[in-house]
Nanobody
Framework: QVQLVESGGGSVQAGGSLRLSCVAS????????MGWFRQAPGKEREFVAG????????VALDSVQGRFFISRDSAKNTIFLQMSSLQPEDTAIYYC????????????????WGQGTQVTVSS
């Protein structure tokens, strides 16, 4: 089993920044792909960005390109999502997830999920 614990969410005004963290523990492997997803009220969960433990990254959403940056600290089994220039449409619960099969944007491939952290952006 893999345990994932997110932190760093909160309430900010538009234009602000937040950095989310996700600490992985348990049977985390270097082969696991790690991803950030988000789910806004009344919307489906969507892939935001992913990274593997060697540092290969992928970002799915055009709307966050240039504003969100995913990174990792392999020594601490932690991934981050640096979010800048936040907009009200970024308001969502943000989830960290791990995929046994490696880095992917396919939500169905993610086996382990954190509890989520709320991000609220006011205009």
């Amino acid at each position: 089993q893999v345990q994932l614990v997110e932190s760093g969410g909160g309430s900010v005004q538009a234009g602000g920044s937040l950095r989310l963290s996700c600490v992985a523990s348990g049977r985390i492997r270097s082969s696991h792909g790690m991803g950030w997803f988000r789910q806004a009220p009344g919307k489906e969960r969507e892939f935001v960005a992913g990274i593997n433990w060697t540092g290969v990254r992928t970002v799915a959403l055009d709307s966050v390109q240039g504003r969100f940056f995913i990174s990792r600290d392999s020594a601490k089994n932690t991934i981050f999502l640096q979010m800048s220039s936040l907009q009200p449409e970024d308001t969502a619960i943000y989830y960290c997830a791990a995929a046994t099969g490696g880095l992917t944007s396919a939500m169905a491939a993610y086996d382990y999920w954190g509890q989520g952290t709320q991000v609220t952006v006011s205009s």
